[in-house]
């Protein structure tokens, strides 16, 4: 059975097409949720919360866009929303960046960091670590671009940006994880 004829079943009530719904996207939330959040219960969570507001709004979706689009866009929330309940944690801030750093003038070149180190299991780490740096606000931007391979307006649609400001984040995202890899090799 097709995705479209399992959605629709499912907001007619019929429970085992929701089930299945929830079965086939599981994993892309729950996965998704935990790079957002690296918790393994926040994930949990998020992905509970993500399901219960699908059971609840499904008869929303207008099938305009795909039905994991949808769905990242309800992850994205929840997981922004757990994210301003840590408003304690410390990320870096890509926002006031005053002198620069983050901008095209500062990017390091990566020409001498070897294409066969980045299946390196330490650099996935330092990449891991520099990944966890960035606010949800950017993390989410870099994954749903660059991770999830969502185009750009993609991106903004599900994270209810505007395409300029889904690149202006994706670009200091890029150059924030580019700095830090960068000092890791130095040390």
């Not at 399992?6 to 599981?26: C, F, N, P, T, W």
């Not at 099938?63 to 997981?79: A, D, E, Q």
């Not at 960091?113 to 299991?121: A, H, R």
Request: glycine share 2%.
């Amino acid at each position: 059975m097709d995705e479209i004829k399992i959605i629709e079943l499912a907001k007619s009530g019929d429970r085992k097409a929701l089930a299945s719904l929830v079965k086939m996207y599981e994993k892309t939330v729950y996965n998704f949720a935990f790079k957002i959040c690296r918790d393994r219960d926040k994930a949990e969570n998020i992905m509970q919360e993500t399901f219960f507001s699908v059971v609840k709004s499904l008869h929303q979706f207008d099938g305009n866009s795909k039905l994991s689009t949808w769905l990242y866009r309800i992850v994205t929330n929840h997981c922004l929303m757990e994210a301003r309940k840590f408003k304690n944690r410390h990320f870096s801030s890509l926002d006031d960046d005053e002198d620069g750093m983050y901008e095209n003038k500062q990017v390091v070149d990566w020409s001498a960091v070897p294409y066969k180190s980045t299946e390196n299991i330490e650099l996935r780490k330092i990449l891991d670590e520099a990944i966890s740096k960035l606010s949800p606000e950017y993390r989410m931007v870099f994954l749903l671009r660059d991770v999830e391979e969502f185009s750009t307006e993609e991106t903004a649609k599900i994270a209810e940006l505007s395409v300029p400001a889904v690149k202006s984040r994706l670009h200091r995202a890029r150059a924030f994880l580019r700095n830090e890899i960068n000092e890791a090799f130095r040390k």
